[in-house]
């Protein structure tokens, strides 16, 4: 089983629409969890660390569920340069010094 | 600040020749990493280095070999190519202490290698 699993998608909506991902994760001892935006094979960037509360950054909102062992991204009011591959990343509190990607979600917002 | 910076960003090579990626960052960063993506596929690690002077394999390190040179520089080795491992290269950093230090990893622009 994969460490880090999502759904590949493609997820296409129009701008202006609200569009959530979940990314499911084996390990319950995982420590850290990110959200990367990848444009078309370019070097993931960082879009937001995902906290246990819950945070919000602009129109993105990330969730972490422990007791499912899922973590959410949520994105308000598309534009079209939200246009990307957003890659999940999960860290192991037992082995720290390893980041598991999943493979991402290709999200295409169209006019 | 350039943060990571990977050389050559593109490199074709002929079977069985070798060379080095370089990977040098300017954020003090203790923990570096190789990473390699093929089309359709995540991230997948190669190898990694948690602080000056070690290392450590990740997924797919056959093939490869690494070295930390010092603090601000993790090189990969190809020893002897093969057109499996034509790829995109990625690098990255992070300024991970310990196991409740919680930072994320820092990327380079990666290297576009095609083996013949």
């Not at chain 2, 069985?16 to 370089?22: D, E, I, K, P, V």
């Not at chain 2, 990473?35 to 991230?43: A, N, T, V």
């Not at chain 2, 093939?63 to 603090?71: I, Q």
């Not at chain 2, 993790?74 to 690098?91: D, G």
Request: net charge positive; with cysteine.
């Amino acid at each position: 089983r994969k460490e880090v699993e999502q759904d590949p998608g493609p997820f296409n909506v129009p701008e202006g629409a609200t569009v959530a991902f979940n990314c499911t994760y084996s390990n319950s001892a995982s420590q850290s969890f990110f959200w990367y935006r990848q444009d078309c094979r370019k070097e993931p960037k960082l879009l937001m660390s995902v906290y246990s509360s819950g945070n919000e950054d602009g129109r993105f909102t990330a969730q972490l569920n422990r007791a499912s062992q899922y973590i959410s991204l949520l994105i308000r009011d598309s534009k079209l340069s939200d246009s990307a591959t957003y890659l999940c990343v999960v860290n192991s509190l037992y082995n720290f010094n390893k980041f598991y990607f999943g493979s991402g979600t290709k999200l295409n917002v169209k006019p | 600040n350039a943060g990571v910076t990977q050389t050559p960003k593109f490199q074709v090579l002929k079977t069985g020749q070798s060379m080095t990626l370089q990977c040098a960052q300017d954020m003090n960063h203790n923990s570096m990493y190789w990473y390699r993506q093929d089309p359709g596929m995540g991230l997948r690690l190669i190898y990694y280095s948690a602080s000056e002077g070690t290392t450590d394999k990740g997924e797919v390190p056959n093939g490869y070999n690494v070295s930390r040179l010092n603090k601000r520089e993790f090189s990969l080795r190809l020893e002897s190519a093969a057109p499996s491992q034509t790829s995109v290269y990625f690098c990255a950093s992070s300024d991970h202490r310990d196991r409740h230090s919680n930072q994320p990893q820092h990327f380079g622009d990666g290297t576009r290698l095609s083996i013949l």
